[in-house]
């Protein structure tokens, strides 16, 4: 069974800076948290039935931290689309990409997180999906390999749909997959060895202008800090008395 996973790099919550044209030299990147979810699934569920882990990331140079510890986290290899073009691409470019590397790859399953923290787009999956003619399964919190396809418990409002699908099929997942593990020293020494395979938008035959930001859909034109909060009360006393002035301060402005 092969199973890519798509892993995102965003900026280390923090280290942002407010450059819209900054984007692609934030010096601090690290994986996307929701995509850390998927790929923990994919990990058990390879370390159980056999089979490799590939992770696809489209993303700055410095993507390759992220890439290294996830490869630490025990995935079998990495791929990494980036090309100074790339730069300002949009959603649309992004799967454009995605889907052209995607393409040079066989998989049983491909993994994608629900949304990333810094675009918080949450329509990578089912674009791919659409693009690739893939099955898409949505929201899993549980995902099972069958002979030649996929069972997928989809959460619901209700509680879970129960979906089946023929692979190759792309599954989105939740955090309910459960939680990442963190890389053993022996995963991060047999990381530094493992394949990285860069690809550039030659190597996937895009043309630069279909991408980057003469093809962009939308563009990035500011970014603001949120307006520095004022008026909070600290309450430096014992906690009986904290408790009281909380009590008082809620209860004046008849919030309890
Ligand atoms: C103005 C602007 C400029 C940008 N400039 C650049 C740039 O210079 N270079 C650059 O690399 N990106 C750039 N991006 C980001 C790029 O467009 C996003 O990766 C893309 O739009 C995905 O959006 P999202 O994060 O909202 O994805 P979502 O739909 O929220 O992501 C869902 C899932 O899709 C997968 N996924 C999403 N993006 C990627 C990715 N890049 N690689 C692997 N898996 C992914 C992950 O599994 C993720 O959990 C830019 C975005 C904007 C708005």
Redesign the pocket.
């Known amino acids: 069974m092969h199973i890519v996973?798509?892993?995102?790099?965003?900026p280390v919550v923090g280290t942002e800076r407010l450059d819209?044209s900054a984007?692609?030299q934030r010096a601090q990147l690290e994986a996307?948290g929701?995509?850390e979810y998927?790929l923990e699934k994919a990990l058990k569920l390879t370390e159980a039935n056999g089979g490799e882990v590939s992770l696809?990331?489209?993303?700055?140079p410095a993507?390759l931290d992220a890439l290294r510890k996830a490869l630490a986290m025990g995935a079998t290899r990495a791929y990494h689309?980036?090309d100074d073009a790339?730069?300002?691409?949009?959603?649309r470019?992004?799967?454009a990409?995605?889907a052209a590397a995607l393409r040079k790859l066989e998989f049983d399953l491909l993994?994608?997180?629900?949304?990333?923290s810094?675009?918080?787009?949450?329509?990578?999956?089912p674009?791919?999906a659409a693009r690739l003619g893939l099955p898409y399964l949505s929201y899993a919190s549980e995902i099972e390999p069958l002979d030649g396809g996929v069972r997928v418990r989809r959460l619901s409002a209700a509680g879970y749909d129960v979906l089946e699908a023929p692979t190759p099929a792309l599954v989105?997942g939740t955090q309910v997959l459960g939680e990442p593990r963190y890389p053993s020293l022996r995963g991060i020494m047999q990381a530094r060895s493992k394949e990285v395979v860069t690809w550039s938008l030659a190597d996937l035959g895009i043309e630069p202008p279909s991408v980057?930001?003469s093809g962009?859909t939308?563009?990035?034109t500011g970014s603001k800090a949120p307006p520095a909060r004022s008026g909070a009360q600290v309450v430096r006393a014992s906690p009986e008395e904290s408790v009281t002035a909380v009590i008082d301060f809620l209860a004046a402005r008849r919030l309890i």
């Open positions: 996973v798509l892993l995102k790099a965003v819209p984007y692609v996307n929701n995509d998927v696809l990331s489209m993303g700055p993507a689309v980036t790339i730069a300002g691409s949009c959603i470019a992004t799967v990409i995605l993994f994608v997180g629900a949304d990333t810094d675009g918080l787009g949450g329509v990578v999956a674009a791919l989105m980057g930001e962009a939308t563009r990035l």
